[in-house]
């Protein structure tokens, strides 16, 4: 008979996210396992409480997901998951911490659908939280040269350097941006920015990207008011604004969704396969 | 395709109930999303996983269900929940924390097969905990005189203030009921008296309701001996006693399951029911 | 309509295992409630909601497991669980905490295949832990003789009396077992070794084995090398070595899986079973 599918969903808040396992049923997983407050040493005893209990020709039929707000959780969970692994003894896993790799993807996708992104300069804001990051190691993975803004330049060369080691060819500049002029500098000469900041905090002023004549897109990814590129709205999805393509958190947010749902389906469909930022990406350009 | 139904069970008790797991997979409910140990701070999260992932033509298929032994800390949670939704966006939502609505209701509707309430006198003896309280408001909401009955003054005042603010024209008497002449001149002239004490409290004792002429239906909310009731039987079920039609909590049981499981289908009717007390009730009184 | 199978997952271990729950699902149990964490004061109010939420009808489609990696504190918990049981109100219950049970099963039902046990003389090596114990039980229900090893008399001789408590008939020695002639004395006229130690302790040298000339069956149930039992492998499934017939951990894995999701599958068969190490090998002895 069949065997059901089964996503085992490993978070690192105390309450396991309802968002991720409604997505999850939509994907036609057929049963979740869901486990909160999940601490690194614990992950050993449930991967191989998925991995030792199906025979090989059926493991594909198991599946982890790594979730829950804290994205440097994620990360330590999914180094533990990957670490059980052995031979053909495995199952398929995804991260999707806090949804940084499906928003990042689904920004980066919408920017590739105005601007061919091997050939232009990008600017990314807040470019050193867990969105930040994905996003410039997409856009660097797309042969575009990113400009990668923090408010310290130290911490924009770290998210630098970590990007470098994935990607060594990459062309990164980082930036100190904080004043005015610093911020019109920093979107001087690219095709697109993208917003990663936090909640409440306008990273780029309406009147210097009105002044930016080389910009094509401008996606900003904060869903609480204020905007942190100034006069863009949540559902902006492919808005016209001053001669930029603008999109909001909630305009990308139907992209993401779809990436989501495809990338836990894509789990089921082989017992080898990690789906970090990269992956979920390919998976996006894929669909569309 | 068609979407399963998802219900998102919050339980303020570590463990989340069994109890109401299964009447929910007994209503049909396709996948249940079980949260113990739920702290009134993560409830927006919990919420928002629900609102944000089904469009607005399917967020009927996803509900969420209040719980726990505590029916304070389940009132606090369903009042974050409510606070999540805006316009369109929000779920239905029913609660039923320690199973105080579903048995109000059954307890009340077994006596409305009886007597006609809107002419009634009743008296609720322990009418200050939150079956009690529920009590009083669905006996008044019918437009029965209620007698709410405490061991102090002061907690049936408060009882009865808490009632009035939600029905201005209940018709209530606050009244301390200790000895058993005050036991006696409370029960004297009333057509229904409903218990809803803790377990092994007797509240009315065998001679007193022998002697109270009026009364047609005594019910005792209590299954654990001895009776709040003397004299009436857990399983009593219409039984006469002396006069008087007799209810026990196995003997409302039955009622009380069907509303909860009815509560529990109609919640996934519509993305915008509220079902508390008196909604539950309503729906037991369109099921007989 | 024909009731779902719930099963109650009641798990002592603060992650419920996935182990466990992969098995339910593949054994076709409908719906999973997993409980992490439990404390034996919180079983009572689990068990009444599996108990008192289905007619007795339908109390079959209801069970519970209990499974976790103390063993002591799953016993506990099935204690604590048959405590809720009166008359017709119950529900079946098996205890497989840390696999113990299956693995026991499986282990003697591997030697039951090439020895006829209520004539054999078997060694139970490092027989005072949980799956030692359960060994043991087995052996001599089954009518064996049986040297119960440890490395203090006093521990064997306890886990003598505690098996003699279940099966008053037991023919059991308790052995201290430390130094090499101590371990050559206990082989020596045994047929059957069972070696059932801790990760990585060698229980009876490979020379010793080798000159076991009565020896039949060897089986060690220790997953990670160094084997126990010197010389035999994880994967060994009947492998002859040296004139005895040789079963590592994972060579009687696919039995104990077996027999695992057929006591599942049991457990819905009636409202009355409680599944422990008997009943639990009974089963297997009938499944082969």
Known sequence: MARRQILVQLDSDDQ???????VA??????VLLRHGGVKPDRVRDLVYGAMFTRGPEDLHHTAIFVGGSDVAAGEELLRRVT??????????VMIDANGANTTAAAAVLAAARHVPLNNATA???AATGPVGQRA????????????????????????????????PQAQLTPLAVVSDDEVRQAVDGTQV???????GIQ??????????SDLKVAIDLNAVPP????????????????????YGAIGVGGTKMKIHKAAVRQLFTANNLVLDAEEIFALGQAMT
Not at 141 to 154: D, E, F, P
Not at 203 to 212: D, H, K, N
Not at 231 to 245: H, P, S
């Open 123 to 125: 600017l990314v804001l």
């Open 193 to 199: 920015v993208i917003a990663a900041g936090a909640a």
């Open 203 to 212: 990273l780029l002023p309406e009147r210097i990207r009105r002044s930016a």
């Open 227 to 246: 905007a942190g590129i100034e006069g863009i709205q949540a559902t902006d999805r492919g808005q016209q604004r001053e001669g930029a393509v603008c």
């Open 16 to 22: 396991p996210s309802v968002f991720d396992a409604v």
């Open 83 to 92: 670490q059980c692994f052995f031979g053909p003894m495995r199952v398929s």
């Open 25 to 30: 049923v939509d994907a036609e997983v057929d």
């Open 136 to 167: 410039v190691r997409l856009l660097a993975g797309q042969g575009a040269k990113v400009r990668v803004a923090s408010r310290t330049l130290a911490r924009a060369e770290a998210a630098c350097q970590a990007v470098l080691q994935r990607i």
